[in-house]
């Protein structure tokens, strides 16, 4: 049913004159220069600014990205969160903003894939457009894949949270730097021990953070699905969007014949990292939400694989 009011008891005044109502004024004189070449450019000004900066650009910009993956959906797209950033000199007073988010467009609108070679390029090119010897792109994503019950083989999706980091400088070349943080189920080793039937279990979140050796190549292996596997395949068991009867039979019983600790999860994540050649270092972290306590289990180790070479 559609209303249709009988009368209006509020006379308005027009729009222009609301605004006036509200604080709105008359533009003012325009003295000031028009034309782009005869603004001035603070920015650019050439003094002693006193100290080099690490770091100057802008972050938490959203923008839609296109992602692939080796498992299906093996193209999607999603939203990335970035953050651009060069060194600048103390004799530059600041950088271009306009430009990084002018090459995010470009490479956007040219079909680019988010991917560590096309990041690399983009890094590569955007300390060119700055006239700055390096430069760091990092962007931050939903990953999302297919996940089926283990009996009933009904499928829905999964996320994990990924991020990468690439940095350039023209005299050292690129860093690679990625995570995935993905949610797992852990049964806890003690209960299932003391207790005369049951044990208590919780939700875990693995986090990883891995340094990506520079030849790596992605179109032989996915990066996100080896750290994925390697986070889940050691867990007490996955999680699954949708569970019929026969799967929560199989996930409860697969739990219960696998207790795993915090430090359990950390030392076997950490066993499956240190096997990827791919993989120069990484740091493995796990948080469990405590079924049965007041707080939460944690657990971390950090390897460089460098220290474990024979000299």
Same mark, same amino acid.
Request: net charge negative; hydrophobic share 35%.
């Given at each position: ?158 996320? @994990? $949270? ?6 350039? =400088?023209? !005299? ?5 730097? &990625?995570?995935?943080? #993905? /949610? ?28 990506? @050796? $520079? ?6 292996? =996915?990066? !996100? ?5 390697? &986070?889940?395949?050691? #867990? /007490? ?75």
């Amino acid at each position: 049913m559609t209303y249709t009011p009988t009368s209006l008891t509020v006379n308005l005044p027009n729009k222009e004159e609301r605004h006036q109502l509200f604080g709105s004024v008359a533009p003012g004189p325009r003295t000031k220069p028009e034309e782009k070449d005869k603004m001035a450019d603070l920015q650019n000004t050439k003094k002693d600014f006193l100290f080099d900066l690490d770091e100057v650009g802008i972050s938490n910009v959203k923008h839609p990205i296109t992602v692939k993956s080796h498992i299906e959906p093996l193209t999607q797209s999603t939203i990335g969160t970035f953050s651009f950033t060069s060194s600048i000199k103390k004799t530059n007073k600041g950088t271009n903003m306009s430009r990084f988010m002018e090459q995010l467009n470009a490479y956007y609108h040219n079909g680019s894939v988010t991917s560590l070679s096309t990041l690399k390029q983009f890094t590569k090119d955007l300390a060119t457009r700055l006239n700055q010897e390096d430069a760091e792109v990092q962007i931050s994503f939903p990953w999302f894949y297919e996940r089926t019950g283990p009996k009933s083989n009904i499928a829905g999706m999964n996320h @994990a $949270d990924v991020s990468i980091t690439v940095s350039y =400088d023209n !005299k050292n070349g690129f860093d690679i730097y &990625a995570t995935l943080s #993905a /949610s797992i189920t852990t049964l806890c080793p003690c209960s299932k021990e003391i207790s005369e039937y049951s044990a208590h279990n919780q939700r875990g979140l693995v986090s990883m953070e891995v340094s990506i @050796a $520079d030849d790596f190549d992605e179109e032989k292996t =996915d990066w !996100k699905l080896m750290l994925l596997e390697a &986070a889940e395949s050691n #867990a /007490s068991a996955r999680l699954h969007p949708v569970l019929k009867r026969t799967d929560e039979k199989t996930i409860t019983e697969q739990a219960y014949e696998n207790p795993r600790f915090v430090e359990d999860i950390v030392r076997l994540v950490a066993a499956d990292l240190f096997e990827m050649p791919f993989v120069t270092k990484f740091k493995v972290a796990c948080r469990n939400e405590e079924s049965i306590h007041m707080h939460d289990a944690i657990a971390s180790v950090t390897i460089d694989k460098a220290d474990y070479i024979s000299q």
